[in-house]
Every structure is written in structure tokens, then in C-alpha cells.
């Protein structure tokens, strides 16, 4: 467990002469970012700013409390950085195999782990991004872990590890721990008589958990039961709506796959009608998003573990996975790590398809065990070696590695800009019309007052000028992200308009709008 754990650390450690530490971009790792901070302040919610109509920002509550919408699980883990990232991502691998020992012979456990760390390693994006994945993923280890050993055993300290897992995942994905309770219950339903001591040691493992949820939501919301995530949705709306267009006429010459991505696309923004046709389009686009969680080759082990469903515990798994995907599609968004809690099950499906294809064919096993790790060694090569020929030949056709080539280096370029002008600065944002609102630039630390840098949206000079005159000490600067590349400047309010002539003798003009 513990070279399972290290391996995925320091793989990607020998990967940052090319790929330093992963750059903040998406508005999700910027709120659990500000989760991270608010908790390295001792809190779990910071106070209303007296001018937070400039902060403004995806994600965010400016009232009743200034505070991330999101629960505290990825933010512990970020308390330490992108550092608090790589000991999850090595958590997660080592409980893997410690699941699956449960499951599987220790030979093909250790298989299993080995196939986490290339999955979810170095390249994957959860190892390269702020927004988690492995957090839930490691809960979903404890679970499933734990499951098979109580239905064994009946021992209480199996009870106890059961609710630790249900409870890291309640502070890190609460609405999936219902499709989690749910699976965990169904498991142990037929014998339940026998779990009474184990379930109360579940329980008690599970209260902490709980307590922290009520004692946040109080904090941040004023409501012991109001989560900062559905107060958000009271505050400013959620698309919930999707539309699906036979034939987007503006776009008939999008391949059918990239058609597909725009009406997804356009259902973010709430158009059209949620239908039951709908629910079954977006179940069958995401399907496409299993492939993130198992290599290519590992597909072909896949139909073998159907040849197990013959056992209840296999089945079981089968319908976790079904709960998970069905469940999860009652809402226009996904990300692979909505339902991380189950990564270590595909893997799961995976190996007892290679057990079972083994037994019939050891030879061909064997091959796709070849395959899946000569893929990984193939794209680790490419990045290893990054600035060769074959490299950059090769990049352009990789899939679901998310490792930084596509970094945010336009926010790398303006924050090196401000970094070499020393003093504390006020950074007035300001969007062109045709501004993509997924690309927002505004966010600021905890404590905004005390921060290096205060990152305020463009509010028109009257506006700007109160911000100014509450932060005399700092340098105004104007930032204006869409324009290629970003421009940064110092910030000059436009001069005054003149009022019009008062003299009669000359006669006002009409302008045509």
C-alpha cells in the first residue's frame, strides 16, 4: 500500500522540469480554493465585504457570509496546496488495492492498484487540477472496502472504517452519498439482524461528519439546514433545463459528435424543455465520460465480468454502477468526479474481467494487461520527453490526459506582470461583449482587505471610483482578458463629459441610434 501510494506521487514529480504545479483556471477550483483558505483562517465562513458588489463571482456567496458554495471535503485536502492533491491521489491508490483485496485473490488486487496509479496518476486530470476527484474516490474505497469484510465478519471496527467512508464522502459529495446510503443498504439488507453493533459503530463514524455539515451550514447560511450550495441556487438560479435540436442549422458543419457538445452546451445556459427523450440523450452522451475512469484496452476485459453476475456481491456492483449513472443524470451538469465514489468498482469490473479472461485464455489477458500499461508508458513518454519531435507529432491525439500543455498560461502571463511591479494593487476587470462567461477572472483570497492583489469587477467609473477611494493605499490597474493577449495597464477613469452648450443659437442635432 505504501509503494502504491508513492508510485502516482512521485511520477508526477519526475514530470515538472516540463509541467510545473497545475495553474488554477476553472471557477470550481477557484471556490474550493477559497474554502481551502477560509479554513486556514480557523473559520468556515468569512464576513460580507462592504463592497462586494465588485466581487461578484461563480460559485460564491457575497450574503449572508462571504463564502465558497461548496462543501469542506476538497477544501481539507487543499489546506496544504497542490501538495494536499498528490497525498490524496496516493490515499486513493493505496485503499484501492486494499478494497480489492476484499474482492480478489492479492495478486490480482496488486493488479488492480497498478491499474489505479496508471488511471489516475500522473496524467489524470484530478492529479493536474484543484477540482478533486480523489477525495471522493478514497471515501468510496472505505465503503466498498468495508462492505464485503462486515458481511464476512460481522466485526465492528468494519462497521466503523463503513462510516468514515459514508462520511468523507457526505462532506465532499452530499447529494451522491444518497445513491452511496442507498447502494450500502441494499448490500447488507438480506442479512440485517446480524449488523446492529457494526451499524451503530457506522453511525457514531458517520456523526462528526454531520456535525461539521450543520455547524458550516450555520456559519455560512445563518440555517443550520440550508446547505451554501442550495442557497445559491435561491439566490442566483440554476439551469435546469436542456435542449436537444434535430438539426442546429447554424452549426451543420460540426461533425455529429461536436453537434452533440453544442446543444449540451446551450442546455448550460437553460434553454429549451427537460423532457424524458432529453433525459435519455444526455444519459447517452455521458456514457462517453466512463472512458475516464478505465483505459481503452481495459474494455475489452469488460464483457468477462458479466460471466459473475451470477453472485449476488457482483450484481450488486453492477447496479451501484447503474444507480450512480442513472441517479447523476437528474441534472444538466456532469463531471467525472460527481461520481468518483465508484472508481474503485470499474476497477473492480475490470479486474475480475481479467481474472475470468484468464481463465480461459491466459495468453490473452495477458495482452490487454500489456496494452493498458504500454498506453500509459507511450503517453508518459510523450510528456517525459516533452519538447521532442515525437512529442509534439504525438500530442495533438491525445484524449483524457488532462496534464497542463493547455495550462492557463494567459493568467500565468498577467500575474507574472504583477508580480514584477511591487506594491498592493486593485485590478478592475473589464469584458468585452462578446466576453465567454465560463472565463471569469475575478476572484480574491479570504481575507480580500489583506491580499496582495483585490480583483474587482468593472463597475464604470462613478462606480469605480468608491472602490478606489475605500482602497487609497493601491495601485488601480485595468485588466481586460479578451483582448489577445490580455491587456494590463494602469487604471485611467475616461475624463469627464462636457455638458452640453447652453447657447441658443445653436440648434440641437438628432442622432440616429
Not at 473559520?43 to 457575497?62: C, G, K, S, Y
Not at 462497521?159 to 448490500?187: C, K, N
Not at 470499474?346 to 495477458?366: D, F, M, P, Q, T
Not at 483570497?445 to 471610483?465: C, F, H, M, T
Amino acid at each position: 500500500m505504501l509503494t502504491l501510494a508513492l508510485l502516482p506521487i512521485c511520477l508526477r514529480l519526475l514530470l515538472l522540469p516540463n509541467h510545473p504545479v497545475p495553474f488554477p483556471d476553472v471557477y470550481d477550483e477557484f471556490s474550493h480554493l477559497l474554502v481551502a483558505d477560509t479554513l486556514r483562517h480557523f473559520r468556515f465562513a468569512n464576513p460580507t465585504h462592504a463592497m462586494q458588489q465588485f466581487f461578484e463571482t461563480f460559485f460564491v456567496l457575497q450574503q449572508p457570509t462571504y463564502s465558497s458554495i461548496y462543501p469542506l471535503g476538497q477544501g481539507l485536502v487543499l489546506t496544504l496546496g497542490w501538495a494536499g492533491v498528490l497525498l490524496s491521489i496516493g490515499a486513493f491508490c493505496a485503499l484501492c488495492y486494499w478494497m480489492l483485496r476484499a474482492w480478489t485473490t492479492p495478486l490480482w488486487a496488486l493488479v488492480g492498484g497498478l491499474l489505479a496509479v496508471i488511471e489516475f496518476g500522473p496524467l489524470n486530470q484530478w492529479m493536474n487540477s484543484y477540482w478533486g476527484g480523489a477525495v471522493a474516490a478514497t471515501a468510496g474505497c472505505l465503503v466498498f472496502g468495508a462492505l464485503p469484510r462486515l458481511r464476512e465478519s460481522g466485526q465492528v471496527r468494519h462497521g466503523a472504517l463503513l462510516g468514515a467512508g459514508i462520511g468523507l464522502h457526505l462532506l465532499t459529495r452530499p447529494f451522491e452519498s444518497v445513491f452511496l446510503v442507498s447502494s450500502v443498504m441494499a448490500f447488507l439488507l438480506p442479512e440485517a439482524r446480524r449488523f446492529m453493533r457494526p451499524a451503530v459503530a457506522a453511525m457514531l463514524a458517520v456523526a462528526p461528519a454531520m456535525v461539521i455539515i450543520l455547524v458550516q451550514n450555520r456559519q455560512i447560511t445563518n440555517s443550520w439546514t440550508t446547505l451554501p450550495y442550495a442557497l445559491s441556487q435561491y439566490q442566483y438560479g440554476v439551469p435546469t433545463t436542456l435542449t436537444v435540436e434535430p438539426n442546429p442549422t447554424p452549426h451543420v458543419d460540426l461533425t455529429p459528435q461536436q453537434q452533440m457538445d453544442y446543444r449540451m452546451q446551450r442546455s448550460f445556459h437553460g434553454e429549451g424543455t427537460d423532457t424524458v427523450g432529453n433525459y435519455f440523450v444526455r444519459l447517452e452522451y455521458r456514457i462517453r465520460f466512463f472512458r475516464f475512469f478505465l483505459l481503452a484496452p481495459l474494455y475489452l476485459a469488460v464483457p468477462w465480468f458479466l460471466i459473475k453476475l451470477r453472485e449476488f456481491r457482483f450484481l450488486w456492483v453492477a447496479l451501484t454502477l447503474l444507480l450512480f449513472a442513472v441517479g447523476s443524470n437528474f441534472y444538466p451538469f456532469f463531471q467525472p468526479h460527481y461520481i468518483a465514489a465508484v472508481s474503485c468498482l470499474l476497477i473492480l469490473v475490470a479486474v475480475v474481467g481479467l481474472n475470468e479472461l484468464n481463465r480461459l485464455s491466459g495468453e490473452s489477458a495477458r495482452v490487454v494487461l500489456l496494452l493498458s500499461f504500454a498506453y500509459f508508458g507511450l503517453w508518459y513518454a510523450v510528456h517525459v520527453f516533452d519538447t521532442r519531435d515525437f512529442s509534439v507529432a504525438l500530442r495533438r491525439y491525445e484524449t483524457w490526459d488532462a496534464i497542463n500543455h493547455q495550462n492557463p498560461e494567459r493568467r500565468r502571463l498577467v500575474n507574472e506582470q504583477l508580480a514584477r511591479t511591487p506594491g498592493r494593487k486593485l485590478i478592475f476587470v473589464r469584458y468585452l461583449p462578446q466576453h465567454i462567461f465560463q472565463e471569469e477572472w475575478v476572484w480574491n483570497r479570504a481575507d480580500i482587505d489583506s491580499a496582495q492583489n483585490v480583483w474587482a469587477r468593472d463597475l464604470g467609473p462613478a462606480e469605480n471610483e468608491k472602490l478606489q477611494h475605500y482602497y487609497p493605499d493601491r495601485a488601480a490597474w485595468l485588466l481586460e482578458p479578451d483582448v489577445l493577449p490580455p491587456r494590463l495597464s494602469h487604471y485611467e477613469p475616461p475624463p469627464a463629459v462636457s455638458p452640453p452648450s447652453a447657447n441658443p443659437f445653436i440648434t440641437p442635432q438628432l442622432v440616429n441610434p
